[in-house]
């Protein structure tokens, strides 16, 4: 059984490594070129996958050769496609990732059909039936059926929206999240001033600052990583691995239970259900997933390309060597 389901964009990367970043009127150097996965909602379920965790997919993809590519590499890392749709005679979104030195990244990409994957498509069975639903860009309405789907049947709900979320209206299923995460910038759309007394201090707040680590944010306090020093090669991905650390710890720390305790009760006046309450899950399950997360993250920096998440084992050994 799938304990995990990510709903998201599938895409194709091709990773460009310049010699910097171009800016208008110049020209940069393309010092080699690699092709693999991407999408955050793909790069999640393989992370997580290689975690050891049962990981399915929600998403879509063209039938072109970039669509078998990449559906293809899903199914070698040991994710569940049975909710990955196939659109005949379209093109699977690629994205073209300049990487500097620096391990800093430039996007530029076409949409292909990564949201052709609408709220009549879903199967909500299987979203009943796993442990967890992960939430990256997508469709508000279809982020928002699945998001509610798990909600009433007492499944957890994270979300990490990206960049997308200041320009498309995600109320839904942030309505119903119990882990929202969000970098620096895209975090003050979300709190305005403070954790405290915002419309998501019931809920599990992640900041990612990238290299400089991440802070916390839960009912019961807040906590803060510095993040791991490392040689930064490629900084994509690494973010998605980061969510698929911080999500696989706390689920083996509460297994058997899910991240929402209970089913939310729909509101006889509203056919929204209300915000789930989050389970006790202690300052140390949050510092344990934290570090975990990070730890997940910096690997990924020091490797090339958005798909080269670590085994569990890698990140044992590695954690060893911090402490």
Known sequence: MVRVLTAGHVNWDVTLRVDRLPEADCESAIRSQHRSGGGSAANVAAALANLSLDTGLIGSVGDDDNGLLASRELESAGVSLDGLRVVEGADTAVKYLLVDDEGEVAVLGNDGVNEAVTPADLDRDRIRSADHVHLTSQRPETAGAIAQTANEAGVGVSFDPGRRLCDRDYTDALAVADIVFANDQEIASLLEDEYVGSAFDDRIVVVKYGGDGAEVHTPG??????????????????????????????????EGESLASDAASVSSASSVPSVPSIPSVSGVDIEQALEFANACGALTASEKGARSAPTLSRVTAFLKTRF
């Open 221 to 254: 306090g807040s906590y803060v990583h510095p993040g791991f020093d490392v040689d930064t090669v490629d900084t994509a991905g690494a973010g998605d691995a980061f969510a698929a650390g911080f999500i696989a710890t706390l689920l083996e720390q509460h």
